[in-house]
């Protein structure tokens, strides 16, 4: 069935350092969308992508979605301790009756 | 800003108890849906509901069941409650254009089956 993969599983890194987690789908999707979960806390929408290319920036955080709209990254500039959480990708089923949700790639950041 | 509330952050039940979770959310949403999140395995969807009285399963809905009687109250029911359904339970729900549109998370209930 119709797939969302996400890599890494976990990224461990130094404050002050990149991140970068992607997300990949076994089809292609209409839009991408990305959630924050905090340690404890519950998924929280980030932002949506649409089109073909299409890159965004919150701050210090950068989406990108393929150009064959199959695979998106978020790419986390300057780590902070407040950027520790697990992110989520999901895409829209062929159906276009459920998001499906990547497994998530859980960040955690020492000072 | 949308609110989803859960009736409960912990709950604690015997094997074979019916427990029932309550989802609420105040932005008029058509879709609601409950998830389940377990470690290594993300979110998975039980049930979703696109309108009052309609129900939709999701990957998986067996052990399950879900209620919704008004616009604003979405409800998982566990008939018997066995100790694999101890878990996070999440409810989100999202605006009428598409059942895929963002949604919104409620806080989440940790259920623990003894």
């Known amino acids: 069935g119709q797939q969302v993969m996400q890599i890494p599983q976990y990224q461990h890194v130094q404050e002050g350092e990149d991140f970068t987690t992607y997300c990949n789908s076994s089809?292609?999707?209409?839009?991408i969308q990305w959630y924050k979960q905090r340690p404890g806390g519950h998924p929280v929408f980030l932002i949506q992508l649409v089109k073909s290319g299409e890159v965004k920036k919150q701050k210090r955080l950068t989406f990108q979605f393929g150009e064959a709209k199959k695979n998106s990254s978020l790419h986390i500039t300057a780590t902070q301790t407040t950027d520790v959480g697990t992110y989520f990708c999901a895409g829209p089923d062929q159906a276009g009756t459920a998001l499906i949700f990547g497994k998530g790639t859980t960040l955690s950041v020492s000072s | 800003d949308v609110k989803v509330t859960q009736s409960s952050r912990y709950l604690v039940k015997r094997t074979g108890e019916k427990v029932f979770l309550e989802c609420v959310q105040d932005?008029?949403?058509?879709?609601m849906f409950w998830y389940r999140q377990d470690p290594g395995l993300g979110l998975r969807l039980i049930y979703f509901?696109?309108?009052?009285?309609?129900?939709e399963k999701g990957d998986i809905p067996e052990g399950y069941s879900v209620s919704r009687e008004k616009k604003e109250r979405f409800s998982l029911i566990l008939e018997s409650a066995s100790t694999n359904q101890t878990s996070m339970y999440l409810c989100?729900?999202?605006?009428?254009?598409?059942?895929?549109?963002?949604?919104?998370f409620g806080p989440g209930t940790r259920l623990t089956v003894l």
């Open positions: 932005m008029d949403h058509e879709n």
């Open positions: 989100a729900s999202s605006p009428r254009d598409s059942l895929t549109d963002t949604q919104y």
């Open positions: 089809t292609t999707l209409s839009n």
């Open positions: 509901s696109y309108d009052v009285k309609m129900k």
